[in-house]
């Protein structure tokens, strides 16, 4: 069985000191809740990159990943403002988030760009979380799987078969993302179990059986349980719900309960 993940996405939210204290609460509430480093859900935090340092030493030796939002694919150079997989590795990440749609759609990453940055990521020991989804567009014109699949297929380009049980897909329809609108739990499995048949398509049946895809666009504590009750879904990609430590610690308690 896939293990689950509740992975946090802070996006610009959070000075260094505001994440310090979340992660005081948090961690607290989750060390008293599972005990040991066998805990049954993994635990993903992404702040910005700010944030990375201090939450690396925080969690450091403890059953809670932290990760970056983003990364350049190079190893260093003259690339203004930007960060490398090294750089993300050294400070103690152990995953990045890839192709969020805010990075495809206000910052115009494109999918060649997304398929250097796994393959960057894998090379330096980093379990990248790939972000797929359509738009509001996309799916009224019948498209989600016709476009998930193709940035599946981007993504998925540079990677080796081998590599599949270190990387994470991410299902988040754009038009669910910081709405308040969330995908029907069914609607949400449909699309990844095309996503598992697009991987197993490139790289061999049942394939899929070790890739974790989580669902992400406006999760929340009152819904989370319906995502996964879903056989398809390992997990949730969490936006503004996981910015609270309280409502954070109560995804992943729900999701232990549920998956277990």
């Known amino acids: 069985m896939r293990k689950p993940l509740i992975a946090a996405n802070w996006k610009m939210n959070k000075t260094t000191g505001e994440a310090l204290s979340f992660a005081g609460s948090f961690g607290q509430m989750f060390y008293e809740r599972f005990e040991g ?32 939002q983003n990364m350049y694919w190079k190893e260093k150079g003259a690339f203004t403002g930007e960060i490398s997989p090294s750089m993300l590795k050294d400070a103690g990440c152990s995953f990045v988030i890839v192709g969020h749609s805010e990075r495809r759609h206000v910052f115009g ?28 567009e996309d799916r009224e014109q019948g498209k989600t799987h016709e476009v998930t699949s193709n940035m599946i297929k981007a993504a998925f380009s540079k990677v080796k078969a081998e590599e599949i049980p270190s990387v994470v897909v991410a299902y988040e329809p754009v038009w669910a993302i910081g709405t308040g609108k969330e995908a029907k739990p069914g609607d949400a499995a449909d699309v990844i179990g095309n996503i598992r048949k697009t991987v197993d ?32 879904i390992d997990g949730a990609l969490v936006g503004g719900a996981s910015l609270d430590p309280n409502e954070f610690f109560k995804l992943v308690e729900i999701a232990h309960k549920t998956k277990r």
């Open 201 to 232: 398509g490139l790289f061999g049946e049942a394939t899929s059986d070790n890739l974790r895809v989580l669902y992400g666009g406006s999760v929340k504590s009152g819904n989370i349980r319906s995502f996964m009750l879903e056989e398809q």
């Open 37 to 68: 480093d066998d805990t049954p859900v993994d635990v993903l935090i992404c702040p910005p990159f700010l944030g990375v340092p201090a939450l690396c030493a925080v969690f450091a030796g403890k059953p809670v990943n932290v990760g970056a």
């Open 109 to 136: 990453e494109t999918d060649e760009d997304v398929s250097e940055k796994v393959r960057a990521a894998l090379d330096h020991g980093l379990k990248p979380v790939i972000c797929v989804g359509e738009t509001l």
